[in-house]
Structure formats: structure tokens, C-alpha cells
């Protein structure tokens, strides 16, 4: 049983591209997380996602930000118009369950030149 | 409650000695907490969890101590190893947000051989 996979593991966009993050959750996850990371800082929530379903975006900024969890394929959390604050790691979890414990993917690492 | 852009506190033990990782968290409505271990360049890794029911729970060289009292919850390791150098991660996960996995600010374990 494959873990959480995430790809690419790191990506260099310039300023004003877009960025497209892929998240597989572990086989039979429904419920898929995506944090972002700063250097020496904890993990940041963004969104919460079940299959086709947006649970909690909170985390997420209102513009350039989007995710998506279809009922086919990986979940996307995409970032257009990129600007260089937007330079982190991008990680993303899947649980089987709500209120269950979430598997991490190795991260993307995002950087904006 | 979310993690803030705050420099790691360091923790440093020698090699054979016991550890121990504190984590204060917000809500008292928590309902579930998990223990990650994070290795520089990798994603976050499940270590060990307790339900709100519970006030310790044992697993191999961990034990994690839940105070609901003082909204407290500790990581206890045992003849602390090379092996176990890395930033450790509480986290909670309160059933009124939504299942939203929030993690605390995280902790340097420093393992001096």
C-alpha cells in the first residue's frame, strides 16, 4: 500500500506563473488535507477535502489559491499568479475518516524565482 | 490553535537519556491529538495518538500524556537515539472544526551521540 504521494517534489516557477501541486491520498482515503510550511515553522492549515467536496477552506487565501479533490485522479491545489511570498512547502495528508489519523506526503517544494 | 511564525524551540539530550516533548494546545473541545516527527526534508510522520478519553497511551520507546485539565499533552522518549533527531509536531483535532487537524508550533529534539 502505497504511502501519500505528491508531486513534483520540487517546483520553480516565475513570478506571475501558475503552480499546480498533485496530492494521491493512500488507497481507499477519502479525505484529503494540504498544509503549507515555512522554514523553521509549524504546518499552517490551507484546506480540508473530501472527494469532490470542499469541507473547510479556511486556510486558503480568498484569491489565486484554488483546490480540488475529484471523483477521479489526484487532488490539485493550484496557485496562480504566483508571487515570491508564495515560496514554502506544500504538504498534503490523507485519513480514511474524519477525526482519524493523517498520513503525510513528502511535500512539494515550491520556489518562486 | 494554528502554528505561528515562531523560531523552533530546541530541545537537546544525550544519546541513552529520556526525552521529554511538551505541547500545550488551545481547545478544550479537542478530541483527538497525534504525535508527528518531522526529518528535515521530509514530510511530517505519524508517531503515536491519544483520544480525549484517554490520559496516557504506550507505544514502542513513546509514551504520549494527555492533562485535559491544563490542556496538556506531552511525548515522552525513551533512551532517546540518534535515529530520533528531528522537529516533533502536536497535533489536535476537534470534532465542532470540521475534523481540521491543527498543529502546534513543533519542538527541535537535538540527540547528542
Known amino acids: 500500500n502505497a504511502g501519500v504521494m505528491q508531486n513534483p517534489r520540487h517546483l520553480v516557477r516565475r513570478r506571475g506563473q501558475e503552480a499546480r501541486l498533485r496530492c494521491s491520498p493512500m488507497k481507499g482515503h477519502s479525505h484529503v488535507y494540504w498544509y503549507r510550511q515555512l522554514p523553521e515553522e509549524g504546518l499552517k492549515f490551507m484546506v480540508y477535502?473530501?472527494?469532490?467536496?470542499?469541507?473547510?477552506e479556511s486556510g486558503m487565501p480568498k484569491e489565486r489559491f484554488s483546490a480540488e479533490f475529484p471523483k477521479e485522479g489526484p487532488s490539485i491545489l493550484r496557485i496562480q499568479q504566483v508571487v515570491r511570498g508564495d515560496s514554502a512547502a506544500y504538504f498534503c495528508?490523507?485519513?480514511?475518516?474524519?477525526?482519524?489519523?493523517?498520513?503525510f506526503g513528502q511535500g512539494t517544494r515550491l520556489t518562486v524565482v | 490553535g494554528e502554528s505561528v511564525g515562531l523560531h523552533l524551540p530546541t530541545l537537546s539530550v544525550q544519546e541513552g537519556d529520556n526525552s521529554i516533548i511538551n505541547c500545550a494546545y488551545s481547545?478544550?473541545?479537542?478530541?483527538?491529538f497525534i504525535w508527528y516527527k518531522q526529518e528535515s526534508g521530509k514530510g511530517p510522520q505519524f508517531i503515536i495518538d491519544i483520544r480525549s478519553n484517554m490520559d496516557k497511551r504506550q507505544g514502542q520507546r513513546v509514551t504520549v500524556l494527555l492533562n485535559k485539565t491544563v490542556k496538556h499533552l506531552s511525548l515522552q522518549i525513551a533512551a532517546t537515539q540518534p535515529g530520533d533527531s528531528a522537529v516533533y509536531f502536536c497535533a489536535e483535532i476537534r470534532e465542532n472544526a470540521g475534523n481540521m487537524l491543527t498543529f502546534g508550533g513543533g519542538t527541535r529534539l537535538m540527540v547528542k551521540p
Open positions: 481547545n478544550s473541545a479537542s478530541d483527538y
Open positions: 477535502l473530501q472527494k469532490e467536496n470542499i469541507i473547510d
Open positions: 495528508a490523507s485519513s480514511p475518516d474524519p477525526g482519524t489519523e493523517a498520513f
